[in-house]
């Protein structure tokens, strides 16, 4: 991730497959029917979400956003992943079963699989045809490089292949708190220095606004364990960052989620 990136977040985790099984477990404990469903559901999908999506991917993510334009963000993503042939087909499939159920109801959206070869990589895009939003994406030494466009990729190959990453940066490095060590397990960035200054009045939330408005960058760093999540930050704003995690959470449990 590039240091002129006005958002960023990192999350390390165990591996999605134990993370899937797990979770897996405690729902059959509510729902012992739950096997039954997920089955049926892969049957129908013809992918494996544990053997096939879950295990082809892996521990490591991070995403941030460059900029705003008229045709949305531009993003960047990279995410280990241990199997890319499994994780493009299990897409593919995907694709193929969602487009089908859409003819089958007379809907005229679709979506787009492309691939072609440029700048020495295998590149995949994935556009709806109702919307001119979409994602790209290439694979570089293990690592899963999507993001907006192809140029948001290439910056992101290029920042790993020598230019200035985020997490080296001066600015990034000074807010780093030393309680979380050198590799925290997950972070999240904001510098909204002049890339997004003129949005604030924009969101109802005075919380967000005031991120928004704050002129110095945020880094908020989470250090993980099997019994806890523990959040620490150099940033006096980081308190705001921690009551809209707790905002959401509210409202999903109002909301019955």
Request: cysteine-free.
């Amino acid at each position: 991730i590039p240091a002129d990136v006005f958002a960023a977040g990192y999350v390390s985790t165990r591996e999605p497959r134990q993370i899937f099984d797990e979770m897996l477990r405690l729902a059959t404990r509510s729902d012992p029917s739950a096997l039954d469903r997920l089955a049926e559901a892969e049957a129908k999908l013809g992918v494996s979400l544990s053997g096939d999506l879950a295990s082809a991917i892996g521990t490591e993510s991070a995403f941030g956003i460059e900029s705003l334009s008229t045709k949305g963000p531009v993003w960047m993503m990279a995410a280990l992943v241990n199997d890319p042939a499994m994780l493009d087909a299990s897409i593919r499939r995907l694709v193929d079963v969602w487009n089908a159920e859409s003819a089958k109801q007379g809907r005229t959206e679709r979506i787009l699989l492309g691939q072609e070869t440029a700048n020495g990589l295998a590149w995949t895009s994935l556009t709806s045809s109702s919307s001119p939003l979409g994602v790209v994406w290439t694979y570089d030494r293990g690592t899963m490089v999507a993001a907006s466009d192809r140029g948001a990729a290439l910056r992101a190959i290029a920042t790993r292949n020598g230019g200035s990453p985020l997490v080296w940066s001066g600015e990034f490095q000074s807010r780093l708190p030393g309680s979380t060590g050198m590799h925290p397990s997950a972070f999240f960035w904001l510098n909204t220095k002049g890339a997004f200054q003129g949005y604030a009045a924009l969101f109802p939330n005075p919380a967000v606004r005031e991120l928004i408005a704050e002129r110095d960058p945020i880094l908020a760093a989470f250090s993980a364990t099997e019994e806890q999540i523990r959040a620490a930050s150099r940033t006096r704003l980081s308190g705001l960052i921690m009551d809209l995690m707790l905002l959401e959470s509210m409202s999903r449990l109002q909301a019955g989620s």
